[in-house]
């Protein structure tokens, strides 16, 4: 496709719950992010894959949350055992290089709610 | 610790005047300036970039200005159009990394 796409775009789930939450880059770009919006926050940083190398999963706020990307394109997010504080918008967003100087391309969010 | 800062949650704006939108950061090794507008329900779109070599930089309506010495910049929409109501985020990032930090957000509302 030609923009960043998410799935799903909505999600609701009983705390306790497991999710996953799918991302599939634009075509070409190598370098993925994923961002988590809560209610009137900022962008907060959460994971970035780049290629091959090691991802830099230093903003993952718990050990429940993971993240893998697959061939190098499609990524996972999972939230384990999710939790009411777990409910935001999970942004994912990916750029052709990874390095400063580039934009990178948000998608249109999937919004969890934890119940 | 917030390196970048968006001090003011909202702003109200007539149409067709101009909105000043103002991102702090303190940060110094931060080279590379983005804008985004984010619609609710939407993912944030990209709106202007702005590199440390330069001050300002235009595209169409909006123009974005930095002051390096005082870690300031501004976006500035003119006019202000009721489809520029949005919310807008600052982000910045240092050469050689590729982790963009973001503001909080204004939000914007330019009333018809």
């Known amino acids: 496709g030609a923009g960043v796409s998410q799935s799903p775009s909505n999600k609701v789930t009983e705390k306790g719950k497991d999710v996953e939450l799918r991302c599939d880059p634009i075509s070409g770009h190598t370098a993925l992010y994923w961002y988590r919006q809560s209610l009137g926050q900022g962008l907060e940083f959460l994971i970035y894959?780049?290629?091959?190398?090691?991802?830099?999963k230093s903003g993952l706020p718990s050990d429940r949350f993971s993240a893998e990307r697959t061939g190098g394109s499609v990524s996972t997010l999972t939230i384990q055992r999710t939790q009411q504080e777990d409910s935001a918008v999970y942004l994912c967003?990916?750029?052709?290089?990874?390095?400063?100087?580039?934009?990178?391309?948000f998608g249109e969010g999937s919004w969890l709610t934890v119940v | 610790d917030q390196q970048v800062k968006q001090n003011s949650p909202s702003l109200s704006v007539q149409e067709g005047r101009i909105s000043i939108l103002n991102c702090d950061y303190t940060?110094?090794?931060?080279?590379?300036f983005l804008w985004y507008k984010k619609y609710p329900a939407e993912g944030p779109t990209f709106l202007i970039s702005i590199s440390s070599i330069k001050d300002k930089n235009e595209d169409g309506r909006f123009t974005v200005f930095l002051n390096k010495s005082a870690k300031h910049l501004s976006l500035h929409i003119v006019p202000s159009q009721p489809g520029d109501s949005a919310v807008y985020f600052c982000a910045a990032s240092a050469s050689g990394t590729y982790k963009y930090i973001f503001g909080t957000g204004t939000r914007l509302k330019v009333l018809a």
């Open positions: 940060n110094s090794m931060f080279d590379y």
């Open positions: 967003a990916s750029s052709f290089r990874p390095s400063s100087g580039n934009t990178i391309y």
């Open positions: 894959f780049q290629g091959n190398s090691a991802p830099d």
